[in-house]
């Protein structure tokens, strides 16, 4: 693997650009893992599988909240940034936001209101309700945090944004749960969720707000309003397809077994993540790169950057995913006896995605690139496959069915992303393409 990575100019500036990134990224990973592992010593499986059937609703209506504008942002914001038009910058940051609290605060009503209908009728767990109306809460914070952050990462403020995207939130949700978690388990757990996405918010608004004291707005936020709508709309979908593909799995045990059968397959869940998490980390520095590469016609550049992002990725996520495949049930025994039997959902997890790490930012070159349409209809055929093993295999299978599936899914997704960005720029980006002597066909 070693002999994959060439430490030229462009993995050079790569390290140097997701380093801080990725040190956030790792502490805001190790947090979670933290935050895991206490709440599953104080509630057990079964309250787990409550809080994260929970969250993943939430998830949901959070995606739906957003409108897919946080896929938009850094596109519409690193090319004005990177030529000092701040006056653009500035536009699209009022638009966003007032999009974001108008549709936020619908999505929070609407999670209100059929809380207690998804509890009861559609997972048939009742204690599911009340954790449904307290992480509702969350829907409006998290919406506008996420704006902020990739507002943020437009304009390369790289650390603001990432402290305020991946770490914060985690931060203060161990601290809640460490302090008053044993005394009040479940409920400490949804109130460090709140008090975690409401300081997120806090600290991307601040960062926002002194980046932008200097530079002032247009009066086009409502043309723009418009057009952020129009190109966000496949995003949404693409979002929403995306996060299905990776939560049917969830939803559908939820539907069909037990909370405690959630709690195992949610640990397990997040584990495997943490392979993934390094490829946030890269494409948080890449994907303002990708998007000022196709800005200037430079796809010779965009696909020599990718190849050496995939490359850089794949290198240090490889001891993550050999610890978690060669010792699953040490690994969940952390969290208690109840949680090892996850041990080969685990092991299909991780190989999952350590593929999708492997394939390399095809999604964020899709999009970058202005090819959302092109990434949505790939996201429509790998959430049919997903969901058509899910119902196939979790009645026989249980956890196991439901994590091949996902493991299907992911892998369908990223490899349909992967052949498109080869047909429409020519270019191919994994970790095995040639980094330098591409056949660069222009769009």
């Not at 044993?182 to 460090?192: D, E, P, V």
């Not at 790490?357 to 055929?381: D, F, K, P, Y």
Request: proline share 3%; aromatic share 8%; charged share 10%.
């Amino acid at each position: 693997m070693l002999s994959l990575i060439r430490f030229d100019p462009v993995t050079c500036d790569l390290i140097r650009g997701t380093g801080l990134s990725f040190s956030l990224r790792i502490g805001g990973a190790g947090l979670g893992l933290v935050f895991n592992l206490i709440l599953a010593r104080y509630v057990g499986a079964e309250g787990v599988g409550l809080l994260f059937l929970g969250l993943t609703v939430v998830g949901l209506v959070g995606i739906v909240a957003r409108l897919g504008l946080d896929s938009i942002i850094v596109r519409e914001v690193a090319p004005h940034a990177s030529a000092g038009q701040w006056a653009a910058v500035g536009d699209v940051a009022k638009a966003t936001i007032r999009i974001g609290l108008i549709s936020s605060l619908l999505c929070t009503l609407l999670l209100w209101l059929a809380a207690p209908v998804l509890a009861d009728v559609v997972f048939s767990k009742p204690a599911l309700a009340h954790v449904l109306y307290w992480l509702s809460l969350t829907v409006l914070p998290a919406t506008l945090a996420m704006f902020y952050s990739e507002l943020l990462r437009g304009a390369q403020r790289f650390i603001e944004s990432q402290l305020a995207q991946v770490f914060i939130t985690p931060l203060v949700t161990v601290f809640i749960l460490f302090v008053a978690g044993q005394a009040f388990g479940l409920s400490a757990a949804m109130a460090a969720h709140i008090a975690g996405n409401i300081a997120a918010l806090m600290l991307g608004y601040l960062a926002w707000r002194r980046l932008a004291a200097s530079h002032g707005g247009g009066e086009r936020t409502e043309l723009l309003s418009s057009r952020l709508l129009r190109s966000g709309s496949p995003l949404l979908w693409v979002a929403l397809l995306n996060t299905l593909v990776s939560t049917v799995d969830v939803l559908i045990l939820g539907a069909l077994g037990t909370a405690a059968d959630v709690g195992v397959y949610g640990v397990a869940a997040r584990l495997a993540m943490l392979t993934t998490f390094i490829l946030l980390a890269v494409n948080s520095y890449a994907a303002p790169k990708f998007a000022v590469f196709h800005c200037n016609n430079d796809l010779a550049g965009l696909a020599q950057y990718a190849v050496r992002s995939t490359r850089l990725t794949l290198l240090i996520a490889s001891p993550i995913l050999f610890v978690l495949v060669a010792m699953p049930k040490v690994v969940l025994s952390l969290f208690g006896p109840q949680f090892e039997q996850g041990e080969w959902v685990l092991v299909i997890l991780a190989l999952g995605q350590m593929i999708n790490v492997a394939t390399g930012s095809v999604g964020q070159i899709l999009i970058m690139t202005g090819n959302e349409r092109i990434l949505r209809s790939c996201s429509i055929a790998s959430v049919l496959i997903t969901v058509a093993l899910n119902f196939s295999l979790i009645p026989y299978f249980g956890a196991l069915g439901a994590a091949f599936s996902t493991m299907v899914g992911g892998v369908v997704l990223n490899i349909l992303a992967m052949l498109s960005v080869r047909k429409k720029l020519g270019v191919m980006v994994h970790f095995l393409a040639p980094a330098f002597r591409q056949s660069i066909r222009q769009s």
